[in-house]
């Protein structure tokens, strides 16, 4: 029997098709909504943003609110003082240590976060150097030599601050990950001292500055952990050059803190620094940051090629800078000013950077400055004429992409560096620019510490260092005192006395 045909009808035949013009249309709409977002996209933001947690940057007002509002709220203040350490106490701490850790090391997570120990140090190293500095910040008589504002050097070298009021915070405001605060000494990959040598140094008189290093030093060196590693595994900030400097040749097996390596020898002694042992911080910046709404607003105003303002003339390293001068000032197309202090200093070299290309950054008396970190916060691309120089984190960041190197051989050579920078690609420098306004996260300091930020790049370095602070802690232990294996690259170069000055 036939079958019988159902006749076509007009709604039968329109069906498929619009299965088919549907999809069509909705992914011909994806496209052109993802074409319109990245062509829209400031080319300045931040692929990785910051996190949306309120961060104070500031350190005269993070320090307010932790000295009138935290530190209301912190646990009663301990105190780690000890006296009479017999090696015998060293000997108990030892084993402890390895009871408590061995097993952790060989079995544990490889992924697992940096245990710090925080020594409670006495007042007068840490909550009084920080009561001082509050309360005489706003004296502007308050100059060094060359004269510049104290309380300003004493901010850009604030990094032991910021580093220690987020480890002693509650572990329930804190953003970082990768390192923990540990109550108990043997269960710590590493001590941190957090004495102010900064202030101290800038604020005491001299001879109560140094009684007060002595001290700090009697008292750091007194504990079994510093006895056990002759202080490898501890973290010293030393980040302003002069600061601990009388005494801090005691300690120099600890981490140190540091601007930068100053290999020249005016600064620190052959030996007591290195980057396998130290680390290098970044300074912290003075002036604003341009973020990428600024960075997109101040792209068509610069019109400066080459920019500088500081001062023209320092010591040591620095004499390339009256070099420069003489070879730059009044080219076409550069800005070479005399630096100046208070806020209308800062007014000025922040309007001055966001108005140029490129930021002359030569050396001062020392390698670095904090000129450099005010170029990368401020979109303009650093010149670096610092032959000696060292950079924070360069085993994490490339500064090529930031960032131009220029030999000082180079850069005094009559029309060299003006005719290098010329021939610098307009596609280059915006890709330049682009990193600049990523990199500038990792040169900011804030409370709480952020993710990618100073702080956290600070144990993401320290991680890669721990397995040969652990080698030399243990290693140290068992070597025959005699033994010329003992001697390493720093007592090759110099031989320190192991005294420890007691007046």
């Known amino acids: 029997m036939p079958v019988k045909q159902t006749p076509l009808t007009r709604s039968n035949t329109r069906t498929p098709i619009l ?25 300045y933001s931040d692929p990785y943003p910051i996190p949306t947690t309120k961060a104070e940057t500031s350190f005269v007002a993070s320090l307010e609110h932790f000295l009138t509002v935290k530190f209301q709220r912190l646990p009663p203040l301990k105190d780690d003082t000890v006296s009479g350490v017999s090696e015998d106490d060293v000997r108990r701490f030892d084993d402890l240590v390895f009871n408590k850790q061995t097993l952790q090391r060989l079995y544990g997570d490889a992924n697992s976060p940096i245990r710090v120990y925080v020594y409670d140090m006495p007042r007068k190293f840490t909550y009084d150097l920080l009561w001082l500095f509050r309360n005489s910040y706003r004296d502007t008589f308050n100059l060094t030599s060359n004269g510049s504002p104290v309380h300003r050097l004493i901010e850009q070298h604030s990094i032991d601050y910021w580093l220690w009021v987020d480890l002693i915070a509650p572990e329930s405001e804190r953003l970082l990950k990768n390192v923990v605060r540990v109550n108990r000494q043997e269960d710590a990959d590493l ?58 040749r005691y300690m120099k097996y600890a981490i140190w803190l540091l601007p930068d390596m100053d290999s020249t020898g005016n600064w620190y002694k052959p030996g007591q620094v290195s980057l396998e042992k130290d680390l290098i911080l970044p300074y912290v910046h003075n002036v604003d940051l341009c973020d990428a709404i600024c960075m997109s607003k101040t792209e068509p105003k610069r019109n400066i090629l080459l920019y500088f303002r500081g001062r023209l003339k320092r010591n040591a390293g620095g004499k390339i800078r009256a070099k420069l001068v003489a070879e730059l000032s009044g080219a076409e197309g550069v800005v070479i000013e005399e630096g100046t202090a208070g806020d209308s200093g800062k007014a000025a070299a922040q309007d001055g950077m966001r108005r140029s290309i490129f930021c002359l950054n030569p050396a001062g008396d020392t390698p670095s400055s904090a000129r450099l970190f005010d170029a ?16 924070p984190f360069e085993g994490i960041l490339d500064y090529r992409k930031i960032a131009l190197f220029v030999s000082s051989s180079d850069a005094v050579q ?8 010329n021939g610098v690609r307009p596609a280059q420098t915006r890709e330049m620019r682009r990193n600049l306004g990523q990199y500038s996260r990792h040169f900011m300091y804030s409370s709480p510490a952020q993710s990618l930020g100073p702080e956290d790049l600070v144990w993401r370095m320290m991680n890669g260092k721990l397995v040969n602070i652990k080698l030399h802690s243990r290693r140290s232990q068992r070597v025959v005192k005699e033994s010329r294996s003992i001697c390493s690259c720093d007592c090759r170069r110099a031989n320190f006395t192991s005294s420890i000055p007691l007046s």
Do not use: M
């Open 376 to 391: 990368i916060v401020s979109g303009c691309i650093p010149v670096i004429v610092s032959d000696e120089l060292e950079l």
């Open 19 to 43: 299965f088919l013009i549907l999809p069509l249309f909705a992914l011909s709409l994806l496209f052109i909504l993802f074409s319109f977002s990245s062509h829209t996209r400031n080319p």
């Open 191 to 248: 001590f941190y001292i957090p004495f102010f040598t900064t202030i101290s140094f800038f604020l005491l008189e001299k001879q109560q500055c140094k009684a007060l290093y002595r001290e700090a030093l009697k008292w750091v060196t007194d504990q079994p952990a510093w006895k056990r590693s002759e202080g490898r595994d501890h973290i010293l900030p030393v980040h302003h050059p002069w600061s601990f400097k009388s005494v801090r």
């Open 414 to 421: 009559s029309g060299w560096l003006l005719k290098f920078l």
